[in-house]
């Protein structure tokens, strides 16, 4: 609990309204985490902020607070939330209603996949408070009916994936357009010097908050490990520790749409009750997953990364990494989907023979080791037939390769033609290689 949470503190200590105190009770939150205590002081003075934390330590509350107690009433568009992702724009808006539900504000999300047509109603009644992604914040602000000259807090909220998933432009020209006196807050689970450049270049003499430093980037109630397993015993083993762990609830991240679609079918035929979650399904359909899911009523989601950064629920007890992420940083998103606020979380890794480089760039990145673990009741599967027939393809032209270089060893000249005197300790040369690279570039030796 010390880790992530202030037990020397309470949100009374922080000088809240009673409306927010009244919210965040209701929330069932007594001790502030961390980031909160440290950050919310010099957030609700008006500075701006440079803020990093672990991920799954209440960076959404430690920046909501803020933005409930500075917007008034009779101000709309007066704050802007920025999120790389549909489904965290649905969450964190969801954060700031419940912490402001004894306020009067407003607030409203937009984003890519709900029609114009409804966020376009919603933004023609002057909300305080706009949650979106760069793409639908822009689109809308070009179509009149997001004006940013009112904003007076700016909120870019995992800055470190919306860089990572290609918004750096759209959010310079979004903080470029802000030419009025406003308030502006970073906050990551990661700070990188693109990071760092671009909040010299838009805060204004920020207060830096670092609560991770000299730490893990990891909780350490999130208890990892990692199993070592062939390509093609994946499923066998996932569906092995589903029915022997019987977890609460499960999140299994997969890296392509298509594996996710394949791998939730193997599970629904093994009898898992197991849903798909991932870029290409309908907004609506993406939404009602993420509801039975707060509402505890699912058992195994197989996602995309889209919902790395995207999903909030308490609840989920594991976290399974079906593939390894190739960016380590992934990783550490992933694995934040459990153990949020202080409750205990398992993250398993599937690692594949190759991948031994990956796993250890990934506990460096994490400083944390990343144990081994293994079923004695699991018993590894034949190779494919495809891997086999690759085995012997692969077996037969490594031995073309040592036949041919026997041969050229054999037709080397048997007699001593080593001369000390130009060669020291080598062989003289007597014929041009069999093969050279034909490189017709000049140079001063040629």
């Known amino acids: 609990m010390d880790e992530v949470y202030d037990t020397s503190a309470t949100f ?15 929330m069932g939150f007594e001790h502030p985490t961390h980031i909160q205590a440290v950050m919310v002081p010099p957030a609700l003075d008006g500075s701006d902020i440079l803020g990093q934390s672990k991920t799954g330590t209440g960076k959404t509350v430690a920046f909501g607070i803020p933005i409930i107690e500075r917007v008034k009433t009779d101000s709309p568009f007066a704050s802007l939330c920025l999120v790389p992702t549909r489904e965290l724009a649905i969450q964190v808006t969801h954060e700031l209603r419940n912490i402001g539900r004894f306020t009067d504000l407003h607030v409203v999300p937009i984003y890519g996949g709900q029609r114009m047509k409804v966020q376009n109603e919603k933004l023609k009644r002057g909300p305080h408070i ?62 990188s010097r693109e990071i760092e450049t671009l909040a010299r270049h838009y805060l204004n003499n920020p207060v830096k908050i670092d609560v991770s430093e000299g730490k893990s980037l990891t909780v350490s109630q999130v ?80 996602a995309s990364d889209l919902a790395a950064r995207g999903l909030d629920v308490d609840d989920i007890s594991h976290v399974i990494n079906y593939d390894l992420p190739e960016d380590p940083e992934v990783y550490v998103h992933r694995i934040g989907r459990t153990a949020r606020v202080g409750k205990d979380g398992i993250a398993w890794s599937f690692v594949t023979p190759e991948q031994g480089a990956l796993l250890t760039a990934i506990e460096k990145l994490t400083n944390v080791e990343i144990l081994a673990s293994e079923y004695s009741d699991f018993k590894p599967g034949e190779p494919p037939a495809a891997v086999l027939n690759q085995q012997k393809e692969e077996a037969r032209r490594q031995d073309e390769i040592r036949t041919t270089h026997s041969r050229v060893r054999t037709s080397l000249p048997t007699t001593d033609t080593s001369d000390s005197s130009k060669f020291p300790g080598g062989q003289v040369p007597v014929a041009l290689p069999r093969k050279r690279m034909g490189g017709r570039i000049r140079t001063k030796r040629s």
């Open 12 to 26: 009374a200590d922080l000088g809240l309204s009673d409306p927010v105190l009244r919210g965040i009770r209701e």
């Open 223 to 302: 208890h990892q490990r990692h199993f070592t397993v062939q390509p093609w015993d994946k499923n066998r083993l996932l569906l092995h520790l589903l029915k022997n762990e019987e977890p609460a609830l499960t999140l299994v991240f997969c890296r392509t749409k298509q594996t996710v679609d394949a791998l939730t079918g193997y599970l629904k035929r093994k009898g898992i009750s197991a849903h798909a979650m991932h870029g290409d399904m309908y907004q609506n359909k993406r939404n009602r997953v993420m509801s039975r899911m707060r509402k505890g009523e699912l058992s195994v989601v197989v």
């Open 130 to 191: 706009i949650v979106g992604t760069p793409g639908r914040v822009m689109d809308m602000h070009r179509r009149g009916r997001l004006p940013y000259e009112h904003i007076q807090l700016a909120v870019l909220d995992e800055v470190d994936r919306m860089l990572d998933i290609g918004f750096r432009d759209d959010i310079r020209q979004i903080l470029s357009t802000l030419q009025q006196d406003h308030q502006t807050i970073f906050v990551s689970a990661t700070i």
